[in-house]
């Protein structure tokens, strides 16, 4: 069982930047794909970027290429979400998944394990 708990979340303007965490208890952490997702009011939950268990091999969104960084410390069983460069178009909220690497980079996205979210707001 592994359990996920997001932080980070927050109102900030848009070109601004915010860095996410997403702490998991458990010793099964690093055998997990980790991935990060997000849902913004009336729209589908989209992907947003994935880290296989070794963090040597990452796979972003289009949308966020370029301005978002995944990375994972599996010693502190934490993934971190850097996103610089924000648009009103990234409020929502975003999850942290983890999960086998082939189903959270594919469609329909599923995961072993969810957290509760954290929002972020950009405002322009």
């Known amino acids: 069982q592994v359990q996920l708990v997001e932080s980070g979340g927050g109102l900030v303007q848009a070109g601004g930047s915010l860095r996410l965490s997403c702490a998991a208890s458990g010793r099964t952490f690093s055998m997990y794909a980790m991935g990060w997702f997000r849902q913004a009011p009336g729209k589908e939950r989209e992907f947003v970027v994935a880290i296989n268990w070794r963090g040597d091999s990452t796979y972003y969104a289009d949308s966020v290429k370029g301005r978002f960084t995944i990375s994972r410390d599996n010693v502190k069983n934490t993934v971190y979400l850097q996103m610089n460069s924000l648009k009103p178009e990234d409020t929502a909220v975003y999850y942290c998944?983890?999960?086998?690497?082939?189903?959270?980079?594919?469609?329909?996205?599923?995961?072993?394990?969810w957290g509760q979210g954290t929002q972020v707001t950009v405002s322009s």
């Open positions: 998944a983890a999960g086998n690497w082939a189903a959270l980079i594919s469609k329909p996205f599923t995961a072993f394990y």
